[in-house]
């Protein structure tokens, strides 16, 4: 549904504000219109002119300079998220992730152990045995003390419990 303009206070359109302006930095953010002008403003108002998101049928003589404005602001924002992006993978780089927490046991996200509990929750197994069975069960548990393994059983059994509540109210 497509929301009125929003007028400023002495009644002209609000650019800012305008469900057009989203339209088109979405479009800019996704690459459907081009940074470098390529696509030139005349291209771009009768591309997107027949959406019912878009503004008014006039106001053509406003709409090259936005445009241009519109670019520029893109173009920073995804300079700026490019330069954030190098920046963070050189810290991670240069500050890697610990291979073992704070007690000496190796980190328990992305652990062969993770994959194998899910694999045997999913199989059921901790229906059918308890913690300290499946603890038995697998060389890869004994990286982990027993209880370690326990709590990791009942924090999957709470997180898969939870995200089938969630989906049933999502389907209601």
Known sequence: MKKPPVPKAGGEFDWAKS??????????????IPYDGSMKPRVVWNKYVDDPRFFDRGEYRLFAARLRAA?????????????DYRSFMASRAAHPAPTHNHRGEPRWP?????KRLR??????????????????SSPVYQDYPQAVIRKHIHQEESLRKFQRQWDAEEQD
């Open 19 to 32: 469900s057009a302006k989203r339209l088109i930095m979405h479009e800019l953010k996704v690459g459907n």
């Open 71 to 83: 670019r520029q602001q893109a173009e920073a924002k995804h300079k700026r998220s490019q330069v």
């Open 110 to 114: 992305g652990s062969p152990a993770e």
């Open 119 to 136: 694999d045997d929750m999913d199989a059921g197994k901790h229906t059918t045995q308890g913690p300290g069975a499946m603890y038995r």
